[in-house]
């Protein structure tokens, strides 16, 4: 069997590439590829000699995983290329290489190839006598269709342009639930007003709420007969976006015969037309007259482009639409596609598209176990999209029918908090391919559509069970989430210090806000004051030992210098919890003010001892007289006639913000040696291993020291810690020591009288005036001692 090298070497080359592209990094020097990005990064200029395939290929690899070394969510989804992503990739090669070739052999290949791939595709979808029609923007298929259609209803269009279309103006009709932006994009391209485009609302009482009201349409299309109009164009869902639900095709595409119109069909559903048993409403999809496949995401095939099959007669209007081209590279665009079918096969696509349905059909069965879980499918045998979201157990218990539930915001709130499962469900699972989908009438859900996501993430039934598994797990705490904020806002309202923040959209238990009692601050110092307060709460708060989560809230939420606290259990005590924020707001509060105003004490006790002592070296010097203040005469004179000062020091009492003389002071050392230090009382209480803050006694069951439970020591250990507003702990008594200060005269300072020198112990004048002046310089110090 001949090879041709040039294939032989692209295969080798891609096979190579792959390799290097999926390694990731070396294990041998994970930090060498990040320095050498860190220098390719950097444009410059082109080398020279330039560079092998193997650098270059290195340098797509290290820019791939750029991101890698820096924190990323551990969820992310990777798309898993198999040997059937590989054919894909060599498609793309394959086609610039026979590009290359002459025309005629060209034209043979490009001929064969189209021709395949279409017949594949219309036998496998069950679409007789179509053609095809392949294009990279999914949304392109439907413009060439318009084109088709305005040239084929209007005769002059290929002469007269758009002014033929002043006569009767063109009408295109989607459904409400058609993807967004896709009207507006076809009036872009074709020239046409916004008037032109015309949206159907879906059913309100009868049917599903995300079908198209045919009855309306039907009427809709009247008026614009009557008015002139042509309508053209009709976009139905066989699939919705959204939901997923399938519009009643066969009466659509009556109602298009009865008017003359065109139907267009889209959606995830019509991949179900490959299987054997498919349902009648998707099956009266094949009588339309253009449809528009995804095949990539359907089969995991990455780069492949999307297909638009449609009937047609007329091939000269289908090139003037753009339909088809006469050049040979346009049609290489299936070569991707042509290949990657022949892989896998008729039975490889239908058994990727059955194990998807069937991964729907697995959730859908065990989603109807949970009691607070609502699912949202048109047809439960043979859906493939699951759409289900949590609603709280008693809300369908509210009286009236009313939408918000039993509490003002209902429908906010739990929008919120399935947005969080949804992000959890994606976290912990992230082979589900789970997302977050919003509907009209029912809010914000969680969508599973295997269809699109199960090829490419690999997802199996055992992620499936996962799935269902982790559910039941986060159930509980959304119920008891949304049970408890009733109950954080009442106990939140009778504190007066605290603030309740009113953020629908925050899921989780609440916001509070902890409000200083400061009444005399202007708005710019009280606001500073407020962020100050409650970023050192956020702070202590994060430091308890408790299974709660505070937060700053979201992002770019519109409440800002507020505590979030996050997803609530079953045992949580939410008065205890209120209690210890309010608690810690106020000795964070108490203590900030305290140290404010002790610097002001402080500048004036000092002041006022320099008064007092002023005053105190002015008496001395009237009771020494003048003659003492001689240095030698005053020497001679204490010597013959020692004098004893009555002057006495001061200590400065920052409790009491006084000033008080030593003299109890020193007596009380004098007898008992020196002043002990007080002692600090403990608390003989330990908290046991394993306990957490806020939970309610007996909660936890028959294990009462469990991690999941907190009572008896754990409640006490809290209480006593952070004390209740209703028993504020009075301030700490500060101590009686302080500050003292011994007169000072600025001349010569005078000590207590001491024993005169005697001839008997043999000391010299000299030598007692030296040991004088040392002890008077001991003498002379400052005490502090500070306690709060």
Known sequence: MMVDPTLAEMGKNLNEAMKILEDG????????????????????????????????????QNLMHEDEGEDKPSHRRMQNVGEQGHMALLGHSLAAYISVLDRERLRKLITRIASDTTLWLCRL????????????????????????????????????????????????????????????????????????????????????????????????????????KLPLLLIANAGTPGAGHTDKLGRLKELCEQYGMWLHIEGVNLATLALGEVSSPVTAATRSDSMTLTLGPWLGLPAVPAVTLYRHEDPALSLAAGLTSSQPVEKLRALP??????????????????????????????????????????????????????????SAESSGGSVEGYFAGEREVLDSLNRWLCERLAQLVPASGVDIVELEDEGTCVRFTPLMTAAALGTQRCDVDLL??????????????????????????????????????????????????????????????????????????????????FSTGLEFGPEKDCIF???????????????TIAALGRDIEENGRLLENMTEVVRKGIQEAELQLQKDNQDKLMEEGVLRQ?????????????????????????A???????????????????????????????????????????????????????VGQAEDLSRERFPQPTTPNPPSPVPDEAVSVAPENPETPQVPAEPEPTQENGESLDDWERSRTKGRNQDFRMESSLSL
């Open 25 to 60: 990094r070396k294990a041998s020097d994970p930090d060498a590829d990040r320095r050498q990005f860190s220098r390719s990064s950097i444009p410059g200029p082109l080398q020279g000699d330039g560079q092998d395939v193997a650098s270059i290929l290195q340098l797509v």
């Open 125 to 228: 979808f069950r679409y007789e006598s179509g053609s095809a029609y392949y294009h990279e923007d999914d949304r392109e298929g439907l413009l060439k269709v318009c084109r088709l259609v305005i040239n084929t209803r209007y005769e002059d269009y290929s002469t007269e342009g758009y002014t033929v279309l002043n006569s009767r103006q063109p009408v295109i009709y989607q459904s409400a639930t058609c993807r967004p932006g896709l009207g507006q994009h076809l009036c872009s391209q074709l020239g046409l007003p916004l008037s032109s485009l015309c949206t159907v609302p879906c059913n309100t009482m009868f049917g599903s709420q995300h079908q198209m009201d045919i009855a309306l349409l039907d009427k809709l299309i009247r008026e614009d007969v009557e008015t002139g």
């Open 337 to 394: 596609l042509w290949l990657s079918l022949q892989y896998l096969g008729h039975d490889g696509i239908v058994e990727k598209i059955r194990h998807a349905v069937e991964l729907s059909q697995q959730l859908l069965e065990k989603l109807k176990t949970l009691a607070s879980i609502k699912t949202s499918v048109e047809d439960e045998l043979n859906s493939p999209v699951v759409v289900f979201r949590f609603s709280q157990e008693t």
């Open 468 to 549: 269902v598994e982790r559910l039941t797990e986060l159930v509980p705490v959304l119920n008891c989430t949304l049970r408890l904020r009733l109950d954080f806002r009442e106990e939140v309202y009778r504190h007066s210090a605290l603030s309740y923040i009113e953020d629908l959209s925050w899921p989780g238990l609440g916001a509070v806000r902890y409000e200083p009692r400061i009444e005399e601050l202007n708005d710019s110092k009280r606001q500073l004051e407020v962020e100050k307060i409650n970023s050192e709460l956020l702070v202590k708060l994060g430091d308890l030992d408790a299974d709660l989560i």
């Open 565 to 579: 606290i996050g997803m609530a259990t079953e045992d949580l005590d939410v008065a205890e919890l209120v209690d």
């Open 630 to 654: 001689i240095p030698l005469v005053g020497s001679v004179l204490n010597w013959f006639s020692p004098f004893q000062s009555t002057v006495k020091g001061r200590t400065f009492n920052l």
């Open 656 to 710: 009491a913000g006084s000033l008080d003389s030593t003299e109890p002071i020193y007596s009380m050392k004098a007898q008992t040696g020196g002043l002990a230090s007080p002692e600090t009382p403990t608390s003989s209480a330990k908290r046991l291993p394993g306990q957490r803050l806020f939970r309610r006694e007996g909660a936890g069951g028959s294990d009462s020291h469990s991690e999941t439970s907190s």
